[in-house]
């Protein structure tokens, strides 16, 4: 720990200007059932929104991450703190990867495997200066702080490619389910209700359950810690520059699309089959081989789920398909899995389906429908507004929602080249301003091209009775809004091609779409 006064506040500043993204919201841990023969250490966020919202109406402060706070964990007192992954305006300043051996039945070369070959390609593929970190009991967790915020959606993708490396690593020395976890876990903030996606990582220090100090892996062998540990970040940071960071955004993506060109062209092994005939099952309407090793291994479970979204998504179908494969997946596994034969873990695995299905649609490429196919899909959607637009329903123009299509096109094909599948099934739109800063590049307002303020008609499908008992069969609503509605409510040859996950909340949350199954052409078809 730091020695005196002024190496702390030495030490407050590099943390504050290498590592903090946010000190609004940060992590901590909290003894359940305090005084009970089980109590255990769980973690959770501080200010919970239930106390931001109180203090906010009751006029007071609101507790912030602040020099005290980082002290007090640099000194051990009370627990250890933990600090977001991704700030409020969707950057990051560093990108990490957490090396966990919960159990002493795991054997330590596992972790020490995933470690080796993370270093190895931060350091060598990336080309990115990292630092290893003793976090106790056999885990690690390896910083990479950058010398500038670097966008959201970049920091995921090198997390998430290094991460798989990792996981590889670790199965390739044994069987037992890795223990790695990469940040940002996100490629924003938004995507969940108190809007800190992408994770907190704990800084280095005191442990929260054991005896153990964190210390720092130093040149040629030497383990360090106290100011000198937090002098190294700085230097780190330095040295990744945005020159090296782009070079190694570039080197993560093209290793993701070789990751799953080599899933798509592996050969199955030998199963041990259980029958001599190996009937088909239609797992809604994609074909692929019933299981017949009983039990399914976890390793065998993650392998099948690798293989089947790609086949789902690169035949055409949407991430609903996908996810409606993988529950049909895990139906016909679950007589004596060792996973998905356990009640609690099969709910878990169930109810992370549909993220488990955007993370392997993160690492493939979208793929281009035909100039054809996307002007088929907007011409459908031009029909619905002229058809509204000759029955006399106040407000729509066909020419001005075709303007605002185009504009909305253009977005989306932005985020179909920036993160495939993934970006296109949470797509963010604002309709708003946001209140911590301009608007950025990668915004796109809903307003926009043509959504402006003017009210529009919507047709109700149920009247609607409001005061004075009278019924309204049409509802007035801003361009945009009734423009989504439109999308929505559309099918195109019986499909939902754009779904309304989330409708936007009043300065605290934007529009969450579903667009992943909208046939988009190239940028350059029009």
Known sequence: MADNGKDTEQAIGIIRRCLVNRDDRWGTYYIKDRGKETQRVKQTTRPSPKLIQRLTREGKPVPYCGPHQIADHIEGRGMPIGLHAISRGDTCRWVAWDIDRHFDSIPPELPRSALSAIFRMVRRTLGLLCLVEDSGGGGWHIWVPLSCPAPAPEADAVARAVRVAGEDAWLTCGDDDPHVEGFPKSETRWNDEANCGGGWLRLPGKHQKRQHVS??????????????????????????????????????????????????????????????????????????????????????????????????????????????????????????????????????????????????????????ASREEAERARQAFVAVARRRESRGVDGWSAARFARWLVGFYGFLRRRAQAGGYAFLAATVALSTKREEGPRRPGDYFLKDSGGGYHTVEIPLRAPLRVPGGRTRSNYRVTPYKAYLSLLATTRVDGKELVRIVRPAVRGKLPWLLDCSALPLDWPDAT
């Open 215 to 368: 210390s720092l892996l130093a040149p040629r062998g030497k383990w360090i810690n106290g100011l000198e540990m937090w002098r190294w970040f700085s230097v780190a940071a330095r040295g990744n520059t945005s020159v090296r960071w782009r070079a190694a955004v570039a080197a993560a993506r093209a290793m993701e699309r070789r990751q799953i060109a080599s899933l798509s062209s592996k050969r199955r092994p030998k199963r041990r089959a259980a029958s001599a005939a190996t009937p088909a099952c239609c797992y809604d309407c994609w074909t692929t081989e019933r299981l017949t090793t009983q039990p399914l291994r976890a390793s065998e479970r993650r392998r099948r789920e690798q293989e089947l979204v790609p086949a789902v998504l690169s035949g055409g179908g949407s991430l609903a398909d996908a996810e409606a494969a993988i529950l049909a997946l895990y139906a016909d596994a679950s007589g004596a899995s060792s996973d998905l034969g356990d009640p609690p873990v099969r709910a878990e695995l169930i109810d992370d389906a549909p993220n488990l299905v955007r993370r392997l649609a993160g690492r493939m490429t979208y793929r281009w």
